[in-house]
């Protein structure tokens, strides 16, 4: 018996070695660049790419069974000036077979050295990391929620070193490189958390993250697994995330609660050679931090209790988003004050930002609004105090809506110049070109405040009021004007109209249409009301009967702007009256009113009498009937009326 033992020991032992030996020597004996054709043909099968393995190619058996290759590079499609898309200097992994029969993977190492990836958009717009959504042919597709093919796994050493990434933009012609890549991942293993570290440089400059995740569990794929990042650029960002992901194979969730700590967006973009947005303001752009909690799905994404701050700005915001291939988006903002012409850019360069477009290739340039066609959006902002093209707006609210290419605000209500204005404005994208419909009240708005602030003019001062429906079509300034139809009326309460003195222009010709240059003040027309009613047909603005009110003058105009030409064409006709009892005394003032006509353009109105029309206007009373004499009396009377009109003509 003891005989039997001993020799089926030793023929264990001789197995035992006779493998040992064989794992040692077949390698030897097994030339395993037999193996590079036949992996070059599957991989450029797959991928539809040429694939080829330059270098040696190694293979081990023990005591870990291990393959190593060289000088691997995977191509471009046709057409791009970059031969290709991957290229990797040495890949080795070693494992160890006996576990692999229970699904059980034990890794010694797995490194990827000088991996480089080039990723390439060419003028045409086409990208070379696009591999198309169809399997290759002969490629069976993976049946979802099988989940991975092993049950545990551990790993001592996988790491990526001296990677890099270089984004390629033809179209542009630039590029940025991500360089320096090392990733590290120590005692991979998925019961405990793993640790994980990665460095990069970015145009140069210094870009790291560290963190851990896990543990994994046994149920690979399926459970939750918790996420720690920090996230360090260039000595300005710092980037905080805690969460967890879920279902990574099912179907993918992830939380997180982000923290960005204060730094310079103006400096960050320095740092890696980007030149800052140019802003009206040089120390706007300053300071941001952000905080907010995220959660994003397969198709959903979420972020709650935002808190952004930008320079002297505080933005609390939450937002959700769904079904992104038609997007439903729902958002709440609210901003305590913000001054945007601050982050406008400087005068200077508005002006030259180039040339404008040739009308032919304006023409053509169309729009593509699909994608608001396709958005479905539900907000609500809120802004505390806003500046905007120099006029400043309090407590502004605002609804936003979008469904089946309509947006709308509805309503909108802010407070200015210590007056409100409220209404709403709808934008249909449905057709051609958008069509834009607003409805707008305006009450007690203090109009000289306002329009020097917005356009720098001193002509009206003020409170106005206003009701007022516009539509219009098109992009361009031009087409705009166009199509500005509507109608409305603004009304001017206890005022002036600063510039002209309208009460001494209709009474004294002379002084007033000789161009003799005004001393003292500068000349107004103060009044207790002022009333323009008015329609807009095409771009041209005509009012029936506007009506000024004062003390001491009534005044009627009617006329037209022609808003595309910048063309004025009104007659102001004066009443004056004898009193300052107040607007209820229409008694006659003495003296002759004298009607004013206002041609000219937007930048350069011109004020005229209208000499002809008054004096048919005089001369009617005095003219005789047809056929008979007139005489010297006739003469006398005639040079009367001149006299009356030209003061100082004898």
Known sequence: MKSAVK???IALLFLVVTVIAALLIIPRFIDARAFREPLEKMVSAATGRTFSVGGDVRLSLFPWAGVSFEELRLGNPAGFAEPEFVTIKAFEVRVKLL???????????????????????NKDGRVNYD????????????????GLPFQSLAAGEVSIREGGIALIDHKKGSRHDLSGVNLSLKDVTLDRPVEFSLSAAVNRKPVSAQGRF?????????????????VEAAGQLKLLATGALENLL???RAEAAIDVAEFSPRKLLAEFGLSPPATADPNALERLSLKAAVKAGADSFRLSDGTLELDQSKVNFNLTAKEFNRPSV?????????????YLPPPAEAKTAGPAPSPAVAANAKTDYGPLRRLVMDGTIQIG???VAKAKVDNVTLKIFARDGVLSADPFDLKLYQGRASGKAVVNVKGERPVTEVQLAVDQVQANPLLKDLVGKDFIEGAASARLGLSLAGEDPASLKQSLNGQGRIDFADGAVVGVDLANMVRNVKTAFAGEAPSGPKPRTDFSELAVPFTIQNGVFRTPEALLRSPLLRLQAAGSADLVREILDFRVEPKLVGTIKGQGDAKERTGLSVPVLVSGSFASPVFRPDLESLARDQLKGILPPTGAAGGTPLKEKAGGVLRNILPGKK
């Open 330 to 342: 729902a958002f709440e903002l609210s901003l305590d004050q913000i001054d945007l012409d601050r």
């Open 250 to 252: 099912a179907g993918p």
């Open 99 to 121: 576990p692999l029969l229970f699904r059980d993977v034990r890794v010694d190492r797995l490194v990827v050295s000088d991996p480089v990836v080039f990723l390439v958009k």
């Open 214 to 230: 896990g543990p994994v569990g046994e149920n690979i794929g399926k459970g939750r697994v918790p996420v720690q990042l920090t």
């Open 131 to 146: 591999f198309g959504s169809q399997p290759a042919a002969g490629a069976k597709p993976a049946a979802p929620g099988t």
């Open 385 to 387: 105090r806003l500046a």
């Open 7 to 9: 020799w089926v020991g």
